[in-house]
Antibody, heavy 130, light 110 residues
Framework: QLQLQESGPGLVKPSQTLSLTCTVS??????????WGWIRQPPGKGLEWIAM???????YYSPSLKSRVTISVDSSKKQFSLRLNSVTAADSAIYYC??????????????????????WGKGTTVTVSS | QSVLTQPPSVSGAPRQKVTISCSGSSSNIGKNYVSWYQQLPGTAPKLLIY???KRPSGIPDRFSGSKSGTSATLGITGLQTGDEADYFCATWDSSLSAGVFGGGTKLTVL
């Protein structure tokens, strides 16, 4: 059974870089059509999509966070990582890693996508504070 | 401000039916498949519906999904107290080239 586990510091100082790692167990990180990514949830608020990466390195980023975010993958370790720089209190949240199914078909009106997140980690709380 | 729009809350009595709407645009729901997630208090979200109307193994058929144009709907029949949770819709946005979520709907079973 595929499982994901987030790890990283629970406290980060303002203006510094938040770094998190997600370790994949019980399955392969190199499956076709599966991306690996991050979602966050500020306290009492909704879900925010951050970024995702394919095992070969292809990436997608949230436009609102793209300038501060880097996602990377180490297939040999079955891990993928998130770096978010210049953090502020607004970046305090529960950070979830998840497996993303992302596939496309070509229809009469262009390309359309299958997309969902089927396996989630339990989440890790990150607080930005001095 | 979320890209997809959901009502903040819905409620229903036990054994009744509720629906939760998710409104988007031609670049997201209008073009791509929709998924739904259930988040019980203090837990990670769980996939409830994918590809607009398919249920993963283990999800009861009390949960259903549909899509029409730029809107999607989650239906829950036979409400149980254990269904009290936050529900989120999500899809791919072809213009943003990113995943997008609704703001979430809190379900209360009266």
């Amino acid at each position: 059974q595929l499982q994901l586990q987030e790890s990283g510091p629970g406290l980060v100082k303002p203006s510094q870089t938040l770094s998190l790692t997600c370790t994949v167990s019980g399955g392969s990180i190199s499956g076709s059509s599966y991306y690996w990514g991050w979602i966050r949830q500020p306290p009492g608020k909704g879900l925010e999509w951050i970024a995702m990466i394919y095992y070969s390195g292809n990436t997608y980023y949230s436009p609102s966070l793209k300038s501060r975010v880097t996602i990377s993958v180490d297939s040999s370790k079955k891990q993928f990582s998130l770096r978010l720089n210049s953090v502020t209190a607004a970046d305090s949240a529960i950070y979830y890693c998840a497996r993303h199914l992302h596939d496309a078909n070509l229809g009469l009106t262009g390309r359309y996508y299958y997309y969902y997140m089927d396996v989630w980690g339990k989440g890790t709380t990150v607080t930005v504070s001095s | 401000q979320s890209v997809l729009t959901q009502p903040p809350s819905v409620s229903g009595a036990p054994r009744q039916k509720v629906t939760i709407s998710c409104s988007g645009s031609s670049s997201n729901i209008g073009k791509n498949y929709v998924s739904w997630y259930q988040q019980l208090p203090g837990t990670a979200p769980k996939l409830l519906i994918y590809d607009n109307n398919k249920r993963p193994s283990g999800i009861p058929d009390r949960f259903s999904g549909s899509k029409s144009g730029t809107s999607a709907t989650l239906g829950i029949t036979g409400l149980q107290t254990g269904d009290e949770a936050d529900y989120f819709c999500a899809t791919w946005d072809s213009s943003l080239s990113a995943g997008v979520f609704g703001g979430g709907t809190k379900l209360t079973v009266l």
